[in-house]
């Protein structure tokens, strides 16, 4: 069964971290783009970063640019977003996706063909 799961998320104080974690069961991440998403409430799913398969392409929406870093671990079958600074409008649920076209773009997601549940963000004081 292909599946995968986020985690990582949680409450967090403004200026704090977190790692999210994207397992993947059922395929291998090895020839697949992995996309970070997120959304609040009310508003539209955003794109905030992308992995390619050989990790020799990344892209961050200008939002997080020098806050968020995507890696990925082949051995654990696994892609990270760190995020760092946390702010207030950086709370939302944050999903990974993966790209069986190994597509990394930061679009509306419709390049991604496997979703994960998402995990909850949230920044608050």
């Known amino acids: 069964q292909v599946q995968l799961v986020e985690s990582g998320g949680g409450l967090v104080q403004p200026g704090g971290s977190l790692r999210l974690s994207c397992a993947a069961s059922g395929f291998t991440l090895d020839y697949t783009s992995i996309g970070w998403f997120r959304q609040a409430p009310g508003k539209e799913r955003e794109g905030v970063s992308c992995?390619?398969?050989?990790?020799?392409?990344?892209n961050y929406a200008d939002s997080v640019k020098g806050r968020f870093t995507i890696s990925r671990d082949g051995a654990k079958n696994a892609v990270y977003l760190q995020i760092n600074s946390l702010k207030p409008d950086d709370t939302a649920v944050y999903y990974c996706a993966a790209s069986l076209l190994d597509t990394c773009q930061l679009g509306p997601g419709d390049e991604y063909d496997y979703w994960g549940q998402g995990t909850q963000v949230t920044v608050s004081s």
């Open positions: 992995i390619s398969s050989n990790a020799a392409s990344t």
